[in-house]
């Protein structure tokens, strides 16, 4: 692992069990000075647990939490120079706002006309001024958040962490918030470490993605990588919705591998020879918006006939669900200004691609075809 | 418009003071009953009164429509309660103040003049002002003592009892289940004088450092004032310990965990985050405790010396025993009032918005 003087936070091969539980297995990565980062998975993935164990919450069973360079795993929350904005706020409610953003330095004996000063600032860079005098119960969920947020970064920790922090707010709030946050990390200019279910909002914010599965951290990378290029089948179905198709590399052709199909035929795969070598269970990813319907199969062979069974209109885009001949269901996401080909619901149709807009996994998936993250199935299981 | 929607809005504009008026009414023939402040044929009357101001009511109410039912309705739910305190709590009062103001017609007469004689009352005080100074320092010693052994025990079980919580709440609230009376007396049997209380104290010596501490006095534990406070404590313990347990089991954890992740020490976070929020549960709880802690007679009866009795001790005797109702009425109204003066001072100065 590069650790470089610019990261923050480094954990080094950390793990979590209770009991035979594994909550972390061997968490082992690096969060640089002013990075926006962002701990995707499903609930009981061991995000959560990851960020407690960053916050001094939680001690590790196995590895090292270093902070600043300088290993914290033994010291108590209230010793670390790291801040967390809890998922329900924990706002304290029998004091006013001035007094819950004060409460920080005046643990730590600043002095009362400087806390003043700070505390002012910082309800500026939140926007909430004018409402230092107010209780936190007279505040909206939205203020209360960013009350949360001025009571962590006043201190000016080394990193921020937040807890599902927009988990609480309702959607249109919750876009609204995305925005602010981004804002006020490129204003203090603090690394920001946040958990976070939903992928839309990890996709949105975050400089880098840490996706998480089972204690497992199943990859990290910028989210253009992880969406492009996801390291397994679980992250390629967990962000974004994937159409994944089990075949096996039958040939390679230079640098592009040609993959037979459990579905019938044979495809190119663009530049991915090198990875995977001849005879390979591997499963083709081509995400949804890169289907092209069309009423004719692709002269190249790059295409799929199937029914199309539904057709949703969704305003900039049109969903098709097409269902192949051996019962494999495939999204299709169609810009719906382009020129459609007229296609009625129930008619034959074809799916095509270019050559470069698939993408290779090892592996077989549980269920062919489109698999998609369904917010709110996790929404109900937290 | 039909003469039915005519008379139905008449009725309505008129329902809430007729509700409250209706009400009034009632209270007071109740109260005049109950004191009886009347007498002969006026009691018919007042009877009718009441009847007729009860059925009207009703008959309003059906006759009035959706409207005045509407506004008729907290009246009507009002009105139980209101003529229960009036008949159960006013006319008391009224009886007590009145008898407190008035002579026995002879020394073995149980019939009252009404003659605003005030000498009832400097005769509660001049009789018995220390009764009453033992009562309220007793009762704020055993207050302070709820508090200082509820209190943590409270945490413990709000924050650290887990799966326990309510086996141990009812482990408190267990011994409550029998009576009064009998807990309080065996007591007298744990701190007799050869009781092994005693007796263990003795062996190992605490003894002496109990008789410098004014707790035993010449080898005794019962009929001391140590053992009637010590009563008053355990008897009002549940009524301290409940409500700061409610107000403390009210508390996020995660409050305090934000304190700690904002550099506070444990102490520090108790003392700026949990104490102030258990706050409305110790006021409660003093509330529960003081009050009736400064009426009581049970544990200075028996757990006290003649020299430890208490304001509700004298009380009792005076009204039981030496059958002098206008000086026991005098002292249970100065008991009342001075609990009523403390109590308001007491919220003036701790009182919350909040009491919970």
Redesign the interface.
């Known amino acids: 692992m590069g650790e470089s003087v610019s990261d923050v936070i480094v954990l080094d091969h950390v793990s979590k069990r209770y009991g035979d539980f594994v909550a972390v297995h061997d968490a082992n990565f690096s969060i640089a000075t002013g990075e926006f980062f962002a701990m995707l998975g499903p609930s009981g993935c061991g995000k959560t647990t990851t960020l407690k164990m960053i916050a001094g919450f939680e001690q590790p069973t196995a590895g090292r939490v270093m902070l600043d360079g300088i290993d914290v795993s033994d010291v108590p929350p209230y010793k670390r120079n790291v801040n967390t904005v809890f998922q329900q706020y924990a706002l304290f409610p029998h004091m006013s706002v001035f007094d819950n953003v004060a409460f920080g330095p005046r643990s730590k004996k600043v002095d009362e006309s400087k806390i003043k000063t700070s505390v002012m600032e910082m309800l500026e860079i939140v926007r909430l001024n004018d409402f230092a005098q107010r209780k936190p119960s007279q505040l909206s969920g939205g203020q209360q958040q960013r009350v949360a947020l001025a009571r962590a970064l006043v201190n000016y920790p080394s990193a921020l962490l937040l807890d599902e922090p927009l988990a609480a707010l309702d959607l249109k709030l919750r876009e609204a918030m995305q925005i602010e946050l981004k804002r006020i990390q490129r204003e203090v200019g603090i690394s920001f470490i946040f958990v976070t279910h939903d992928q839309g909002e990890a996709l949105t914010m975050s400089d880098r993605i840490a996706v998480m599965s089972q204690g497992h951290v199943e990859q990290i990378g910028t989210p253009q990588e992880i969406y492009r290029s996801p390291a397994s089948l679980f992250v390629a179905g967990f962000i974004g919705s994937a159409n994944l198709l089990p075949g096996t590399v039958q040939s390679h052709d230079g640098a592009d591998a040609v993959v037979a199909l459990k579905a019938g035929s044979a495809i190119r795969v663009a530049g991915q020879a090198s990875a995977h070598a001849i005879g390979a269970h591997v499963s083709v990813m081509l995400r949804p918006e890169r289907l092209r319907p069309s009423e004719q199969a692709d002269a190249n062979g790059q295409s799929l006939q199937g029914t199309l069974t539904d057709l949703v209109f969704q305003g900039a885009t049109a969903r098709m669900i097409v269902r192949l001949a051996d019962g494999t269901e495939l999204t299709c996401l169609a810009d719906s200004s382009a020129r459609m080909p007229q296609i009625a619901v129930g008619a034959t149709m074809n799916v095509s691609w270019g050559a470069d807009c698939g993408y290779i996994l090892a592996g077989w998936p549980e269920k062919a075809g489109s698999n998609t993250t369904d917010i709110d199935h996790i929404e109900s299981t937290l | 418009m039909t003469a039915t929607v005519v008379r139905q809005n008449r009725i309505a504009r008129n329902a809430d003071r007729v509700g409250l008026g209706a009400m009034i009414v009632a209270s007071i023939c109740l109260v005049a009953l109950g004191t009886r402040l009347v007498s002969g044929p006026m009691v018919s009357v007042i009877v009718l009164v009441l009847i007729l101001d009860l059925v009207g009511v009703l008959v309003l109410a059906a006759r009035g429509g959706p409207e005045a039912r509407r506004l008729l309705a907290p009246y009507g739910l009002l009105k139980p309660g209101m003529l229960w305190l009036a008949l159960f709590f006013l006319a008391p009062v009224w009886s007590l103040i009145r008898i407190s103001l008035s002579t026995k017609e002879s020394r073995f007469s149980v019939n009252y003049d009404f003659n605003w004689a005030f000498q009832n009352y400097t005769k509660a005080f001049s009789d018995f002002g220390s009764q009453f100074q033992r009562a309220f320092l007793y009762a704020a010693i055993a207050t302070v003592l709820t508090i200082l052994i509820g209190y943590p025990l409270a945490y413990v079980i709000a924050f650290r009892g887990g799966k326990y919580k309510n086996i141990l709440l009812g482990l408190v609230v267990i011994p409550f289940f029998t009576s009064y009376l009998i807990r309080t007396i065996a007591w007298s049997t744990i701190l007799a004088d050869r009781g092994f209380v005693v007796r263990a104290m003795n062996a190992v010596g605490l003894g002496n450092v109990f008789e410098w501490l004014h707790i035993m006095d010449n080898g005794k534990l019962l009929n001391t004032p140590a053992a009637v406070i010590g009563g008053l404590t355990y008897n009002f313990l549940p009524f301290m310990l409940l409500p700061i347990y409610v107000s403390l089991e009210k508390i996020?954890i995660?409050?305090v965990?934000?304190?700690?992740?904002?550099?506070?020490?444990a102490t520090?976070a108790f003392r700026?985050?949990v104490l102030?929020?258990s706050i409305p549960g110790v006021f409660a709880g003093t509330l529960l405790t003081f009050i009736p802690a400064a009426g009581d007679f049970v544990n200075a009866q028996f757990l006290g010396n003649p020299n430890t009795t208490m304001i509700g001790n004298s009380i009792q005797d005076q009204f039981l025993k030496q059958n002098n109702y206008p000086v026991a009425s005098a002292m249970a109204a100065v008991l009342m009032v001075s609990i009523a003066t403390l109590v308001l001072l007491y919220t003036r100065i701790f009182g919350t918005e909040d009491l919970a």
Do not use: E, I
Request: proline share 6%; charged share 25%.
């Open positions: 996020d995660n409050l965990n934000a304190a700690g992740d904002l550099y506070s020490s520090r700026k985050v102030p929020l």
